[in-house]
């Protein structure tokens, strides 16, 4: 049986999907999967607000999020992908529509590394603009990559945000230096997804990952966020996930109560939403 929370907690990681759109070469082809879809999943959990993040499969264009967003008029809220030299219009469109930080993709072969090479030229382009409008920069990126980020981010001046346990997998020894780089960014003010949890080397139920989780927690505190990852793109289209097995590993990581406070408290400071 489900957990309930009263309306208005957040799952802060969903991508939504129109078939028709065009798509990056050399990844998977996503099917169908309408923001009324997970809205009426998210609802059946307590859940009314999200965090759309722009899919890699559509590189810059970030169209399909920005109607999205459009459509729900003010509920929910987004994470774009832009170039370097995005124009001003650009970005304020995307702001007026809800979106309130970039992602850079360190793992997707289609993502910014793979195409354009070091992002920390395109981060310091953008940086006094994104700071401009109070904008975060989310990363997806393996544990190895969080020594650099964690320079990165206090040079940008700018709160990161990170991505599916900052890909601290449930192999992961205990004194591996990414826990002190995660400590640096959690001391600098970054953000951490409890999420992706397929993607962190376990298997449901993940009772491998609940010690990094706990780990994890207590290193970012009121800065911990919950996503779904919905729709899975990990899964095949007839296997996906249930939406509330998403969220069982962490309530059996931290709890009934902590987990209350991370999907209907932390998110609406980082997202500048008000609560309506």
Not at 7 to 13: E, K, L, V
Request: charge should be neutral; proline fraction near 8%; hydrophobic fraction near 45%.
């Amino acid at each position: 049986m489900a957990h309930q929370h009263p309306p208005g907690g957040w799952d802060c990681h969903v991508h939504v999907f129109d078939a028709d759109a065009p798509v990056q070469p050399g990844h998977y082809r996503p099917v169908h999967r309408p923001l009324a879809d997970i809205e009426a999943l998210a609802a059946a959990h307590g859940v009314r607000h999200l965090v759309l993040v722009q899919p890699s499969v559509y590189g810059t264009d970030n169209g399909v999020m920005l109607r999205a967003l459009q459509a729900a008029k003010g509920r929910h809220r987004g994470v774009a992908v832009v170039d370097a030299g995005a124009a001003d219009a650009e970005l304020d469109a995307l702001h007026a529509a809800g979106v309130r930080g970039i992602r850079f993709n360190l793992v997707s072969p289609v993502g910014h590394q793979a195409r354009h090479g070091d992002p920390a030229d395109a981060l310091r382009a953008l940086a006094p603009r994104l700071r401009a409008r109070g904008w975060h920069v989310q990363w997806y990126a393996r544990c190895e990559h969080l020594p650099a980020l964690a320079v990165l981010q206090e040079e940008a001046g700018l709160p990161f945000v990170l991505d599916h346990l900052a890909g601290l997998h449930a192999e992961l020894p205990a004194a591996d230096p990414a826990w002190r780089a995660a400590a640096a960014l959690a001391a600098g003010g970054a953000w951490i997804k409890l999420s992706g949890w397929y993607r962190l080397r376990d298997a449901k139920p993940y009772a491998a990952l609940r010690p990094a989780i706990a780990r994890a927690f207590e290193l970012f505190g009121e800065r911990a966020l919950w996503g779904s990852d919905w729709p899975h793109t990990s899964f095949a289209p007839e296997a996906l996930p249930a939406y509330g097995s998403t969220l069982a590993p962490l309530r059996q990581a931290l709890g009934d109560d902590a987990t209350r406070r991370v999907l209907d408290v932390h998110a609406p400071l980082l997202y500048q939403h008000e609560t309506r």
